[in-house]
């Protein structure tokens, strides 16, 4: 990792019709629909980002430490507030190993994400109790 300065990261978003916007960044491209029907609506969005994000990191820390790993899924729960705004008040990641990996990596990975790697963790309010839990399976 790197210790130059990131560049912003930059986007466009522009409304389409009712509660409907589409986006790019760089070559990426998306729509956010309020509904959750066209896309995802901003807040399935942000949870999206932050099991994206451990995910990506627990991958990558598995991989460089050279386990053979098969598969992975992570499984987001987020309780949300009655009230507005109806931010995240907690969340729940459970992550699901596929391929012979002990205990102590997948932890180490985890810990590693949430303390130091996960970028969009650490954009969120660091008040919001988050949970990790994994499970195994050897099979291929």
């Given at each position: 990792?790197?210790?130059?300065?990131?560049?912003?990261?930059?986007?466009?978003?522009?409304?389409?019709?009712?509660?409907?916007?589409?986006g790019t960044s760089?070559?990426?491209?998306?729509?956010?629909?309020?509904?959750?029907?066209?896309?995802?609506?901003?807040?399935?969005?942000?949870?999206?980002?932050?099991?994206?994000?451990?995910?990506?990191?627990?991958?990558?820390?598995?991989?460089?430490?050279?386990?053979?790993?098969?598969?992975?899924?992570?499984?987001?729960?987020?309780?949300?507030?009655?009230?507005?705004?109806?931010?995240?008040?907690?969340?729940?990641?459970?992550?699901?190993?596929?391929?012979?990996?002990p205990g102590d990596?997948?932890?180490?990975?985890?810990?590693?994400?949430?303390?130091?790697?996960?970028?969009?963790?650490?954009?969120?309010?660091?008040?919001?109790?988050?949970?990790?839990?994994?499970?195994?399976?050897?099979?291929?």
């Amino acid at each position: 990792m790197s210790d130059a300065t990131m560049p912003p990261l930059a986007l466009q978003l522009v409304w389409e019709h009712d509660l409907v916007f589409g986006g790019t960044s760089a070559q990426a491209s998306l729509t956010l629909d309020s509904a959750g029907v066209a896309g995802p609506s901003p807040m399935q969005s942000l949870a999206f980002a932050l099991a994206g994000c451990m995910g990506m990191d627990v991958v990558h820390i598995l991989k460089k430490g050279r386990h053979e790993l098969h598969g992975l899924r992570v499984d987001l729960s987020g309780a949300r507030s009655p009230d507005n705004p109806k931010r995240f008040t907690a969340f729940t990641l459970h992550f699901t190993v596929n391929g012979p990996i002990p205990g102590d990596a997948i932890q180490r990975a985890l810990d590693l994400s949430h303390e130091t790697y996960c970028s969009v963790w650490h954009s969120l309010r660091q008040d919001i109790p988050m949970t990790t839990t994994y499970s195994v399976s050897s099979g291929a």
